[in-house]
């Protein structure tokens, strides 16, 4: 993200602001500038006695207020750090009078996770004045694979699209939990490496072959038999593979399918952006498109909707998760 290259660049200038409220729905960011500012902004030596971390739920306003107060000792800041800060959600507003007229002296860090400041509201103009007011905001799925490239790309990695969808199938939209299984990667890979399939079944514990992704692409082109095969795994391995994550990702390439059809510029560029997908897969879409008529897929649409249902237990009438999947299948195909 931009916005948090240049608070990082501005730091690093010298630019350092006497307070930092990190807030919004996507932790990763304000854990990485929390981080870097608690690694970066003092010395080895200055960080004994100049820096503090504190913590939503055992301290008060008033407790952060009077540790910002404080002057630094032989050093020329400190700082201060309230972590799980949301917990002050309710008394969060006390701080105006202090960022009214900080202590230019002290680098006061706020990690407000999973919730914001109300705009409209004086705190926030007023932090937006003085420091930094930054927002985490949660990407979108369609955005998670070209942030994995970005983040890898800045590192001397690179990744193959059908392991950068398997990345996303598999651990979604939470950017911690990917970067954490990325870093394992680059430990075991040398720099320069491009991150294949094979690396992500050996190395983070997912089968390249029954997954989501190739289940959609067994549908896509109509291959009954490793369609099958893989529902039948899911069978075997329900923990790791849910119900109604399946039938959810299912549908949803559905709806992209039937889309597809509606589209009359299909030109790939538009094509991948309406339908949110990475332009090497539109091949799958392609395929799919020709195996489907918009009436069958209107059709399929329909069901899923019912397996959908029946998959949280709704009228299902006692039938398991692999009767559900072959039921879904015959559908499909049929």
């Not at 820096?51 to 952060?64: A, K, P, W």
């Not at 529902?231 to 959810?248: C, E, G, H, M, R």
Request: hydrophobic residues 40%; positive net charge; glycine residues 4%.
């Amino acid at each position: 993200m931009d916005e948090v290259l240049q608070i990082v660049k501005d730091i690093q200038a010298g630019n350092i602001k006497p307070i930092y409220f990190l807030m919004g729905d996507e932790p990763y960011y304000i854990d990485k500038l929390s981080d870097y500012i608690e690694q970066n902004v003092l010395s080895e030596d200055e960080k004994g006695f100049n820096q503090t971390v504190l913590y939503g739920r055992d301290v008060s306003i008033e407790d952060v207020i009077s540790t910002a107060k404080r002057y630094p000792m032989m050093a020329e800041r400190q700082v201060v750090i309230v972590k799980e800060a949301q917990d002050l959600s309710r008394t969060i507003d006390q701080l105006e009078n202090y960022v009214e007229n900080p202590l230019l002296s002290t680098v006061l860090v706020f990690c407000y996770k999973y919730k914001t400041l109300d705009k409209r509201k004086k705190l926030p103009k007023l932090i937006a004045k003085l420091g930094v007011l930054f927002e985490s905001k949660k990407l979108y799925e369609n955005q998670i694979g070209e942030w994995i490239k970005r983040l890898l790309s800045g590192k001397s990695y690179s990744i193959e699209p059908k392991a950068n969808a398997m990345l996303v199938e598999f651990l979604g939209t939470d950017l911690s939990k990917i970067n954490n299984e990325l870093e394992k990667l680059q430990i075991i890979l040398p720099k320069g490496s491009t991150i294949t399939p094979k690396h992500i079944e050996e190395n983070i514990g997912f089968s390249k072959d029954f997954n989501n992704f190739e289940l959609l692409n067994a549908l896509g082109s109509k291959n009954q038999l490793k369609a099958f095969q893989i529902v039948q795994y899911f069978s075997d391995n329900q923990k790791a593979n849910p119900l109604v994550v399946t039938t959810s990702t299912v549908f949803g390439f559905f709806i992209k399918l039937l889309k597809y059809h509606g589209l009359k510029d299909r030109n790939p560029k538009n094509v991948a952006s309406v339908l949110a997908v990475n332009p090497f897969f539109l091949k799958d879409y392609d395929l799919a498109l020709k195996n489907y008529p918009m009436k069958k897929v209107s059709q399929i649409v329909s069901f899923l909707r019912d397996v959908d249902v029946k998959s949280k237990g709704v009228g299902a009438n006692a039938l398991s998760q692999s009767d559900l999947l072959r039921e879904m299948l015959y559908k499909i195909f049929n």
